[in-house]
């Protein structure tokens, strides 16, 4: 056996590595910057290397590779607007998450401890967010792009442990921030368990652990079906479980209600584009021919998750935990750009992921506004009134509200117009119309909301809505200003992703 | 047809009038009352001019013909706002601005203490106007525009005074009613122009020969129930009784002279039709028949003055009616009927207007008695009319009513003689009531309050009813002379095959005279020789009970029309909120309720999530095991 | 005897490890589970790596032990923090966030 | 099953026999896991199932993955589990009674329907090719097969192993380092503290546990000129655990019986 | 010259202005809004007297590409239909903006706010009779729901939250079964030749009948909420209830338009067929709408709803006479659209100011108010008169023409429509006496009648309805292209006289 080194092709691989050495940086940044520079220092260095890995992205653009990394990644269009709008949302995100109020002083400390009390006080930081979340954003770039299973688990892994970790992280009511990290491992490793069975089942299947080796079984493959189809299953179970899908679902709302709202919307924005991401490239090359085996499964997943979540949502007096079910259903709706199997649902997913993941951090960037005395308060009934109280941040989060209704002139229109219409386009008509009829149960939800915020009288319970700092600011202003103009001219962004989006298998 | 440029004055000016005194508002107080009597004076004269061209005119080529310009121009439905004026429409022209200039003129009297005098006479100027529309119109829908015209004035001038409820609620009646028949007239104009393609008076005319007699009978029924509404007929005669609450003139014009005859003339117009209809025109007669007996019979137990006239209205009209239903023959006897009582109903009614005047506004005769002495003037007027509407010879109802009777009893078989028994037993029981009134009200003992001062009315007031007076007494004559109305109108009218005579119009007249000298009689006896209760009495037939309630007509109306709806009404109201709203608000909390249920699943134990995640790998699994089956 | 028969114990012992983590309470007894399903699965890969003749079946369960080495350290640090907190490892008593 | 059987071939009569004797006591120990109160038990049986799959690695010419598992999963990761169950206490038991409703029933079919289900399917699949064996491609060695794939072909996800590794011991240091609120007093600093307090009684040091002559061990209080306990001689952390004796069985013939110890 | 793109934008530049004035100057604001409205009314009637009224297609077209990856075009123009809505819609802006020259004080925003929604909403309602792009229209369809929603939870009174959260669930659920056709549409479009919205080429697709029935169906869901048609219409009479008397006339008078309109414009030329199939059905709902609206109008005792549910009752005329598939009914129907515009408008202003003066809308709390406030009293009179139809009001036209057009094809559901004249003399009457007519009651002594600036807000309301009463012939000219046009590209002529079957 004669070994031959590995050739990486570092320029396509670059937008990762830039995060991995950010990362990398920030660690040592921990050890070794004053505690009085670090969080700036931190901060800089995230952005920057969030800036340079965009503009590698933007670089490598018109890159098409299949052995960037000894077959392992794919570099391709859709990898390039994917990684692109992860970085991007990614940004924004950290804007939100610089703001200091909302990680917990010290982890290690005991909830309600002197020593809690103390590290309040001496304005200590939990800053390792900073490299945790790099390295979480590296995962993320990653999973889309990986082109066989064990990359492609590795990077499952990478974007859940940070994000795990920092779940629980959060400055108030840490017990619940501590359960939802709790939470989110068991039931992560749970799925990623599943996960890791069916990529054994599929090993087994086809002998190949590459996207493309599995494809050609799938394709021509001599045995019967049964080692791929369990296969296929777990691995699903795996992916519809980091997207949200229903009944897999069931970690997000206390998730995203327990984690530090900036997390939460990090999480809730940047892992949806990547876990469906490498859904739609898995579904779109790997299963593709196995179509007739997996789509009626997964429409009536989609329909059960679009219809969950829109129900359940309505029921809900908490606002990150309407917003998580609101997910619930959103991703119900993007599922529906993965049954369409055509260039029209691919295109659609992607600006749905993109605008969706914008608005999402904006809203939650929104949330971490209202505020009292012990934090942010979520419970609605207090968000009477805000029309009166802040009319911008309102109208704003109605803006958000009504992307995800889908009201037209917003981004969320289009972007279910889209992905429906690709639906439809490949007979899946029961999804569309499943979409539909929750669609409008949906408005439902998000209108309450609104009718809080602006036609219902404040009451006086200490809730204020704070000044945004600069950076929040920045978040709300890009977020509803891409929201809006992705509403109203959405014609060179669909361009764009209509000339990079065809899979390269 | 000759054309015309100066028809649409005899509408444009009393129009004018309406909209400047409505506009104008109380700057108008002054002189308001003036220029509308001008107007429709001058309207009057205009007609006159007419008149005089007309005469002047071969029998061919009489009607002329006005287009103002297109109205409504959709595909075939073609109208355009023209007028038409025939020998027909002269008549009324005349009646209408003559009789309504009269009035015009009595009310700058008779409204002179009523702040709202300017309003009032506005109104009638729109009266005029409208009513104007209607017989000038040259199609359905032009006099459908009148149709509806009048009755809006109708509406406002019986509504007045509505800051007494009785009396909005009366206007709105009558309103409501007539909707009822001009319902009536839009089904007749969309049979029409379904039909026939054309609602033209003359189109319909052409068309008359190639379209079904169903259609036809169709049209007619429908034209009927139009005509029943806006002239008091039975079924829709409810309303009249009630219109009284209106200013006496009012009564007097509208509901005496002219609006309530519209159905007489729609009939006459539509005469090609009728003709072609045998059925439409029984049920016209039998209409006619009903009411007239109808309101002969409500008008024997009336003690309000106005409402005995109104009852005498309804049965005069009644006879026109059903002289309109005889066919070709009965056309012009129903016009000169209708032009007859024109003159002698706006004159009694003024007369009563007069009395009331004199009486502080009292309308219970069983309060008169005696006036004969104090209103002399207007006793005599109302006398004349009186003798006029009995058809005492050689008033203007002796020719006018005995007529009817003789074509009625002429008209055939068995049909002939019920008919003309009815409308004799009309004419008796006409005697008695009109006999009653005369005798509550100007002879025997003053039965007056104390504050009651009896006095004669101004000039003003009783010159129009010398006039009108006049014209009972002599227009039976001067029409039916040498057959003057009858020739001038037969143009218009199919040439009829005369029937065997049943009654020479001898005998009839004999028998009629037999039959008021009977009902005369007998009111004499009731009424002249006993004392009158001022209070009426409650010890009565069950027969006067029933006719003083119009013969249980509004009850009728009330139990099976508005009780019923009113319910309805009430029933819907509830059923939209409840059953299609509540449907609505269910399915919102059916959402809301499966939501809440739902929220279960996310019981906060992560054990029951993993095993949610579990149960649905088995599913997945399953499916998976049953495909591969 | 055939290879098979331990892809039916690697099933076995997925599913013995996936009812662990439903029906016990203890968390780090929990997490031990998820560790017995990520055995299991490494049993499958080992397996069919036999079966296909190829050592990718091996390099994939060692990348798992690796991985599922990183995870333990995490998740038994957030274990940890939270008994911490609430001096207890039940995770039925994690049950603030719900419905 | 059977297609599959025969198209994966018959393995040598030895390694039958290790797996039925292995295999029945794998899954026996992995029940027993769900079964046992005590989570220190689960842990044990967790580690014999462990080592038990080590040795079918072996048996299926996976020597290296063995060796790993041994090493790394049960000597490292076990321990470290181990090590946790310390920390929360040993002792401490699970009530099995569920307390969640209906969540036992559910657990018990979905467990029963899952494995049957799977069970049946691994049954029917079929692969359609030979099972190969490991021959040719451990050929120049398994441990060597491997490095070739680790290190070529799988190169890049290696390496972003290493970041997952570091994001690890990121995380946990995040959760479980705590900084020092206030400086470390130095000796000088303590010194000085001694002879300020109260009295001079401790200036010269605590004094030893143990008891002169009678006993000498850390777990008994060391006993006074007056023949009285001396609390302060014994370990803080052996009170708080309970561990300590009492002195009283090594006291001398005692002036005063009535002198109880503090715990 | 883009005369729609114009049109669209001067109430954009106009509510930009408002944005930019200083704050406090209300005054300053509501002559900035009249001052824009009524220049736009200028264009407007600048661009009308351009129109080629004998051409039946569509004028003043534009056509810019919007977003070329779904062939979605920016594109406008308009018919005589689509201008005479046009027309209204900017003739009742000014009137509005004047005759609620007060009522946005009441709300929860500033009187900025407020007329910057109307100017808004003002674009929205000329951008959606204008699109003759059926994804650009769908846009504006939707959107404008915003607006209306705030003005009414924002200035309106009592329930006003929940009457515009029905309102804008109501409005959403059917937008959304129409997006639903609209997708099926695109993609068959795709399929036929390639993605468009083109509402020419959509309407050249080949479908199936039972595709084209379920599309129909989308469409006719939203349509058919839009202009109440029983039994989608329960959320009027709340949005009625709670909105200002401006909303409400801009609600009833022109966004529900948008209903009716698009009955015609969308579901006709898209799904001929389907309009077929579904005649009799929609025919039946239109008669019970009629009669339904009347009974209920009867049985209200609140003045804003009494007139929201004569609404209903009109609307049922409308829908009524565009699926008669006669020219009358057809032109009937869209002379309807326009007079029940003004008809609506002067009874929600006169029937508003009144309500404000006597700070109740309960009915039985009025009384004689002619002796009291006359001018008022009349204005209101005269706008019932047009409301049930009087001959000499515009809407007698159009009723009238309903009515005749329905009957020559299906004379059943006229004759049961027509009952609906007599219901509607009660509904106008009964209200009528029972606020102007009667003695004055306790809390109506003092009220004023209307001020100069009232009177010359209705002032061409009322005009409007006169003039057109006996000369419809401009809008009748304008409209009766399409109507031949519309009925003979389904297949219908109007049917001959049938002489009774003889």
């Not at chain 2, 068995?414 to 009531?433: D, E, P, Q, S």
């Not at chain 4, 302060?232 to 110890?261: C, I, W």
């Not at chain 5, 202005?17 to 900035?32: D, S």
């Not at chain 5, 795709?190 to 919205?197: C, M």
């Amino acid at each position: 056996m004669t070994f031959t080194a590995p050739v990486l092709n570092y320029t396509l691989l670059s937008p990762i590595l830039i995060l991995l050495g950010g990362a990398l940086l920030g660690v040592l940044v921990e050890a070794f910057v004053s505690k009085a520079m670090r969080a700036v220092t931190q901060l800089s260095l995230t952005v920057g290397t969030l800036v340079l890995s965009l503009a590698q992205v933007w670089r490598i653009h018109n890159e098409v590779s299949m052995s960037a990394a000894m077959g392992s990644v794919i570099i391709d269009g859709p990898a390039v607007l994917l990684q692109a709008s992860i970085l991007i949302i990614s940004i924004i995100s950290v804007f939100l998450i610089a703001d200091t109020d909302h990680f917990t002083a010290l982890a290690a400390a005991l909830p309600g401890s002197e020593e809690e009390r103390h590290s309040l006080e001496t304005g200590n930081q939990v800053t390792e967010v900073y490299p945790l979340t790099l390295f979480a954003i590296s995962g993320m770039m990653l999973f889309p792009i990986a082109s066989d299973l064990i990359t492609l688990f590795v990077a499952l892994e990478m974007l859940s442990l940070p994000l795990y970790l920092m779940a629980g992280l959060s400055r108030r009511r840490r017990l619940a921030s501590q359960e939802a990290a709790l939470k989110y491992f068991l039931l992560g490793a749970f799925s990623s368990a599943f996960f890791l069975f069916g990529m054994a089942y599929l090993y087994g299947y086809s002998a190949s652990v590459t996207y493309a080796g599995i494809r050609e079984s799938v394709v021509g493959g001599s045995g019967n079906d049964v080692l791929l189809l369990v296969g296929m299953a777990f691995l699903t179970i795996g992916l519809l479980f980091k997207v949200g899908a229903v009944p897999f679902h069931a970690w997000s709302p206390d998730v995203y209600q327990g984690a530090p709202t900036p997390i939460t919307g990090f999480m809730a924005a940047a892992t949806k584009v990547a876990a469906f991401g490498a859904m739609l490239r898995i579904y779109y090359t790997v299963f593709a021919n196995a179509q007739w085996s997996w789509s009626p499964l997964l429409s009536f997943i989609a329909i059960v998750t679009m219809l969950f979540g829109s129900l359940v949502a309505i029921a809900q007096r908490d606002v990150k935990r309407m917003l998580a079910y609101s997910s619930i259903a959103h991703a119900g709706f993007l599922l529906a750009g993965v049954i369409a199997l055509n260039k029209a649902g691919l295109e659609a997913s992607i600006f749905y992921l993109f605008a969706y993941g914008v608005a999402t951090v904006g809203a939650f960037a929104v949330v971490t506004l209202v505020r009292d005395s012990s934090g942010e308060v979520t419970d609605l009934n207090r968000w009477k009134g805000l029309g009166k109280r802040s009319p911008w941040v309102a109208v704003s989060f109605a803006g958000f509200l009504l992307a995800f209704a889908g009201i037209p002139l917003t981004s969320g229109f289009i972007g279910k117009f889209s992905i429906f219409s690709a639906a439809y386009e490949s007979g899946a008509k029961g999804v569309v119309i499943a979409g539909v009829l929750s669609s409008a149960i949906a408005a439902f939800f998000y209108i309450r909301v609104i009718v809080l915020m602006f036609f219902t009288d404040a009451t006086q319970d200490g809730t204020s809505v704070q000044l945004p700092s600069f950076l929040t600011r920045a978040t709300l202003v890009i977020s509803i200003v891409v929201t809006l103009v992705l509403g109203v001219y959405p014609a060179p962004l669909l361009n764009l992703i209509s000339h990079f989006s065809t899979f390269i298998r | 047809m000759m054309t015309s440029t100066s028809l649409v004055y005899l509408i444009a000016l009393p129009l004018a009038g309406s909209a400047i005194l409505l506009l104008a508002g109380r700057r108008s107080d002054k002189w308001g009352h003036l220029l509308a009597t001008a107007l429709s004076a001058s309207s009057f004269v205009v007609g006159l001019y007419q008149l005089s061209l007309m005469l002047g005119r071969s029998t061919g080529e009489r009607p002329i013909t006005q287009k103002l310009f297109e109205w409504i121009s959709v595909g075939s439905f073609k109208i355009d706002a023209s007028l038409m004026l025939d020998q027909l429409s002269i008549c009324f022209v005349l009646l209408i601005t003559g009789v309504g200039t009269l009035i015009h003129i009595y009310s700058i009297s008779y409204m002179s203490h009523d702040p709202d005098r300017r309003r009032f006479f506005a109104f009638l100027n729109l009266f005029i106007a409208a009513m104007l529309l209607l017989v000038l119109g040259d199609s359905y829908l032009n006099l459908y525009v009148g149709w509806e015209g009048v009755g809006l004035a109708s509406y406002l001038l019986i509504g007045f005074w509505n800051q007494k409820p009785a009396y909005a609620t009366a206007s709105k009646k009558a309103f409501v009613m007539n909707r009822v028949g001009d319902m009536g007239l839009s089904f007749a104009i969309m049979i029409a122009f379904a039909t026939m393609g054309t609602v033209s008076f003359s189109g319909v005319k052409e068309a008359v020969d190639h379209t079904s007699t169903a259609a036809l009978t169709g049209i007619g029924i429908m034209l009927l129930v139009a005509a029943t509404g806006k002239s008091a007929q039975f079924p829709l005669q409810a309303w009249l009784g009630d219109a009284m609450a209106g200013p006496t003139p009012v009564s007097a014009l509208i509901h005496a002279a002219t609006m309530v005859t519209a159905g007489v003339y729609l009939i006459t117009r539509s005469n090609f039709i009728f003709d072609a209809a045998p059925t439409a025109q029984l049920l016209v007669v039998i209409v006619g028949a009903i009411t007239l007996m109808f309101g002969a019979l409500i008008g024997t137990a009336k003690d309000d003055i106005k409402k005995a006239l109104a009852a005498s209205t309804m049965s005069q009209i009644g006879y026109m009616i059903l002289g309109a239903g005889l066919g070709p023959v009965g056309y012009a006897f129903a016009i000169m009927h209708l032009l007859t009582h024109g003159f002698f109903k706006a004159g009694m009614f003024l007369g009563a207007g007069s009395v009331m005047h004199g009486m502080n506004d009292e309308v219970n005769m069983r309060k008169y008695g005696a006036l004969r002495k104090f209103m002399p003037i207007t006793f005599a007027t109302f006398g004349l009319g009186y003798l006029a509407i009995l058809g005492v010879p050689p008033f203007a109802g002796f020719y006018s009513k005995d007529m009817i009777i003789e074509t009625a009893f002429n008209s055939g078989g068995a049909k002939g003689i019920i008919l003309g028994c009815v409308t004799l037993l009309g004419a008796g029981i006409t005697a008695f009531y009109m006999t009653r009134v005369m005798i509550l009200t100007f002879t025997g003992k003053s039965r007056w309050d104390d504050e009651a001062h009896p006095h004669e009315s101004p000039w003003l007031m009783w010159l129009p009813m010398a006039i009108l007076a006049i014209g009972s007494l002599t227009s039976g004559y001067l029409l039916s002379h040498g057959d003057a109305l009858v020739n001038w109108l037969s143009p218009l009218f199919e040439n009829h095959a005369e029937h065997a005579e049943l009654l020479s119009p001898l005998v009839v007249s004999g028998l009629a005279l037999a039959m008021v000298a009977i009902g005369i009689a007998i009111a004499f006896v009731k009424y002249s020789r006993n004392e009158v209760a001022a209070v009426a009495p409650t010890d009565v037939s069950i027969f006067t009970t029933i006719a003083r309630q119009d013969l249980l007509q509004d009850r009728f109306n009330e139990a099976v029309f508005m009780q019923p709806g009113q319910v309805l009404t009430a029933v819907l109201v509830k059923t939209d909120e409840a059953v299609i709203d509540g449907a609505v608000r269910g399915v919102g909390r059916i959402a809301l309720g499966s939501g809440s249920a739902l929220r279960g699943v996310q019981t906060g134990f992560v054990r029951s999530y993993a095993a949610l995640i579990l149960i649905g790998a088995v599913a997945l699994v399953a499916a998976i095991w049953v495909v591969t089956q | 005897m055939d290879a098979a028969n331990y892809l039916y114990l690697s099933a076995l012992l997925f599913t013995i490890g996936a009812v662990g983590v439903v029906v016990r309470r203890n968390a780090i007894v929990v997490f031990m589970c998820i560790e017995l399903m990520l055995n299991a699965a490494n049993l499958s890969f080992v397996t069919f790596s036999r079966i296909n003749g190829d050592l990718n079946g091996q390099v994939i369960a060692f990348f798992t032990m690796v991985v599922a080495a990183c995870e333990v350290v995490v998740g038994l640090a957030i274990i940890v923090t939270i008994y911490r907190s609430r001096r207890s490892a039940s995770i039925d008593d994690a049950s603030l966030l719900k419905r | 099953m059977i297609d599959l059987a025969i198209q994966v071939g018959q393995t040598a009569k030895p390694e039958a026999a290790l797996f039925w004797i292995l295999a029945p006591l794998s899954v026996a120990a992995a029940l027993g896991m769900l079964l046992v109160k005590k989570a220190v038990h689960s842990a044990i049986l967790m580690a014999f199932m462990m080592i038990s799959l080590a040795i079918f690695y072996i048996a299926q010419d996976a020597p290296f993955l063995g060796i790993v598992q041994v090493v790394v999963y049960t000597g490292a990761v076990m321990m470290l589990f181990l090590f946790i169950l310390m920390l929360v206490g040993v002792d401490s038991s699970d009530s099995l009674t569920e307390t969640i409703k209906g969540l036992r029933p559910i657990a018990i079919t979905a467990a029963v329907g899952f494995g049957g289900l799977m069970i049946s399917l691994l049954g029917r699949a079929t692969l359609g090719r030979t099972s190969v064996g490991l021959e040719s491609a451990n050929a120049a060695g398994n441990v060597q097969g491997i490095a070739t794939l680790l290190f070529s072909t799988y190169v890049w996800p290696f390496e972003v192993v290493s970041a997952l590794l570091i994001t690890a011991a990121l995380g946990s240091m995040v959760l479980a380092h705590h900084h020092r609120i206030q400086t470390r007093p130095t000796q000088r600093e303590l010194s000085i503290q001694r002879f300020r307090s109260g009295s001079l009684a401790n200036a010269a040091g605590l004094p030893a546990p143990g008891v002169f002559a009678r006993h000498n061990a850390v777990d008994v209080p060391a006993l006074l000129p007056d023949g009285t306990a001396a609390a302060a001689s014994v370990n803080a952390s052996l009170k708080a655990r309970g561990d300590v004796l009492n002195s009283k069985v090594f006291e001398l013939g005692t002036v005063d019986t009535s002198v109880e110890e503090e715990k | 010259m883009n005369w729609l793109t114009l049109l669209m934008v001067l109430p954009l530049v106009g509510s930009a202005v408002v944005v930019a004035l200083p704050k406090g100057n209300e005054k300053l604001v509501k002559q900035v809004a009249l001052g824009s409205t009524l220049i736009v009314l200028g264009a407007t009637v600048a661009m009308a007297v351009g129109f080629q009224r004998d051409n039946v297609d569509l004028q003043y077209v534009e056509k810019y590409s919007w977003i070329p990856t779904f062939g979605i075009n920016y594109a406008l123009g308009v018919d005589g239909l689509a201008l005479i809505l046009i027309l209204m819609s900017t003739i009742l802006a000014p009137v509005v903006v004047l005759a609620g020259w007060n009522e946005s004080q009441g709300g929860r925003w500033s009187v900025k706010v407020f007329y910057i929604l109307i100017l808004v909403l003002e674009t929205m309602m000329i951008g959606v009779f204008a699109a003759t792009d059926v994804f650009l229209f769908y846009v504006i369809f939707e959107a404008m729901l915003i607006p209306v929603y705030f003005l009414i939870g924002g200035y309106g009174t009592g329930e006003r939250s929940a009457a515009a959260v029905k309102f804008l669930i109501y409005s959403l659920f059917g937008g959304l079964m129409m997006l639903g056709s609209i997708i099926a549409l695109y993609v068959m479009s795709g399929a036929q030749g390639g993605h468009t919205f083109d509402l020419a080429a959509l309407s050249q697709l080949k479908m199936s009948s039972m595709t084209q029935n379920l599309l129909f169906l989308g469409f006719f869901i939203a349509f058919a909420i839009k202009a109440p048609l029983w039994p989608l219409h329960t959320w009027l009479p709340d949005a009625a209830d709670s909105a200002t008397p401006g909303t409400s006339v801009l609600l009833l008078g022109v966004l529900d338009k948008v209903g009716t309109f698009g009955m015609i414009r969308y579901c006709l030329t898209l799904f001929p067929d389907a309009s077929k199939t579904f005649t009799p059905v929609i025919l039946v709902l239109a008669v019970i709408s009629i009669v339904y609206g009347a009974i209920l109008a009867i049985g209200q005792r609140d003045l804003k709803r009494l007139i929201a549910f004569t609404s209903i009752s009109h609307f049922g005329f409308i829908t009524l006479g565009i699926f008669a598939m006669t020219s009358q009914g057809y032109s009937g129907a869209a002379l309807y659209m326009f007079n029940h515009g003004f008809s609506t408008a002067a009874l929600f202003l006169v029937g508003g100011w009144m309500i404000s003066r006597r700070g109740s809308s309960t009915i039985s709390d009025f009384g004689g108010l002619q002796r009291i406030t006359p001018v008022m009293a009349w204005m209101f009179f005269l706008a019932g008169m047009s409301s049930l139809a009087l001959p000499g009001m515009s809407s007698f036209v159009s009723e009238f023409l309903v009515l005749v057009g329905t009957f020559t094809r299906y004379p059943a559901h006229a004759i049961i429509a027509t009952f609906g004249i007599v219901l509607a003399a009660l509904y106008i009457l009964i209200p009528v006496q029972k606020t102007l007519h009667g003695p004055t009651t306790p809390g109506n002594e003092n009220l004023s009648d209307l001020n100069l600036r009232e009177k010359i807000a209705i002032a061409p309301v009322i005009a409007i309805i006169l003039v057109l009463g006996f000369y419809p012939a401009p809008l009748l000219n304008v409209i009766n292209p399409a109507a031949t046009h519309v009925i003979g590209q389904l297949g219908f002529s109007d049917p001959a006289p049938t002489s009774g079957g003889k």
